[in-house]
């Protein structure tokens, strides 16, 4: 089987790519774990039987999210 070979050009951009899609991707778990933990100290003040718009206030989320949670 005969291997296609790459320019240098075609190289120097699949690794630039490869590169993007790596940090997209870093970037992209990131926002999940954070909002992860918003969701997670959500459910804690939840828990605590604080007041819905004190808990967006303090994490950030929406209203509808909290409410989202509380039902779940």
């Given at each position: 089987m005969i291997?296609?070979?790459?320019s240098s050009?075609?190289?120097?951009?699949?690794?630039?790519?490869?590169?993007?899609m790596?940090?997209?991707?870093?970037?992209?778990?990131l926002?999940?774990g954070?909002?992860?933990?918003?969701?997670?100290?959500?459910q804690?003040?939840?828990a605590e039987g604080?007041?819905?718009?004190?808990?967006?206030k303090v994490?950030?989320?929406s209203?509808?999210?909290?409410?989202a949670?509380?039902?779940?």
């Open positions: 291997e296609p070979t790459l050009l075609q190289k120097t951009r699949y690794y630039r790519d490869l590169k993007a790596e940090k997209q991707n870093i970037q992209q778990g926002q999940q954070e909002r992860k933990k918003q969701e997670a100290i959500a804690n003040m939840l604080l007041d819905i718009a004190l808990i967006a994490t950030g989320l209203q509808r999210a909290i409410k949670l509380q039902n779940a």
